[in-house]
């Protein structure tokens, strides 16, 4: 069975610093996709960086980048310099990479950013 | 990155009416649309697969004959409530998939259904 986990429930940061957020996963698939959203109070659902899981190298996107190691099943989210929009909820999610396939979501992560 | 509509992202509805809630892909064809529901400060919960052209797929728990889930076209799904009660009160959101290298998928700004 595939699941995600996502052990912090809330996370602290101080504008301009970086902070992780933690995302382990568990699947039998050889082949799956690694995902982070944003969900700001607002209840959209933003999609910030994608990890396959034959990437040799490390999805960055700007602020964002994966900290992605396969061995551990770890896919922890880094965000640098951060400002005080960011402050939302963040989800990591997995899936397969098969054409109609759900994602699976972690519980979340809120992330509150102060100046 | 892809555009997904939804609407209406509020209705506030008495008991017992239903509800419809319309999801589409803006620049690109979804063949397969998927219908999540949210609980405040939780995760998303997986309700349904919608395939187009084809009877959508539900997740176990989740009612067919309250839910009910239309892809008529490869950009559009509708997600009705039928005979809405309180306890459907709830944020609906939907998501469809881009095709792809990356599969990524993009999600409509939801819809907060509040049942009196």
């Known amino acids: 069975a595939q699941k995600i986990t996502q052990t912090q429930p809330g996370m602290f940061v101080q504008e301009k610093e970086a902070v992780t957020l933690d995302c382990t996963y568990d699947t039998s698939d050889p082949s799956y996709g690694l995902f982070w959203y944003k969900q700001p109070s607002s209840g959209e659902m933003i999609f910030l960086i994608y990890q396959g899981s034959y990437d040799q190298q490390n999805a960055t996107e700007g602020r964002y980048s994966l900290n992605f190691q396969k061995a551990r099943k770890s896919a922890n989210l880094v965000i640098s310099a951060s400002q005080l929009g960011d402050s939302a909820m963040y989800f990591c999610?997995?899936?397969?990479?098969?054409?109609?396939?759900?994602?699976?979501f972690g519980k979340g992560t809120t992330l509150s950013v102060s100046s | 990155g892809a555009v997904v509509s939804q609407h209406p992202s509020r209705v506030i509805c008495k008991s017992g009416t239903s509800v419809k809630i319309e999801c589409r892909s803006l620049?690109?064809?979804?063949?397969?649309m998927f219908w999540y529901r949210q609980f405040p400060k939780k995760s998303l919960m997986l309700m349904a697969t919608?395939?187009?052209?084809?009877?959508?797929?539900?997740e176990q728990g989740v009612e067919k004959d309250k839910f009910l889930i239309n892809h008529a076209s490869l950009t559009l799904s509708t997600l009705t409530v039928t005979s809405a009660h309180p306890e459907d009160s709830s944020f609906y959101i939907c998501?469809?998939?881009?095709?792809?290298?990356?599969?990524?998928?993009?999600f409509g700004a939801g819809t907060r259904l509040s049942v009196l």
């Open positions: 919608s395939n187009e052209g084809s009877k959508a797929t539900y």
């Open positions: 998501s469809a998939r881009e095709l792809g290298y990356k599969n990524i998928q993009y």
């Open positions: 999610a997995m899936s397969p990479n098969q054409a109609g396939t759900a994602l699976i």
């Open positions: 620049d690109f064809q979804a063949t397969t």
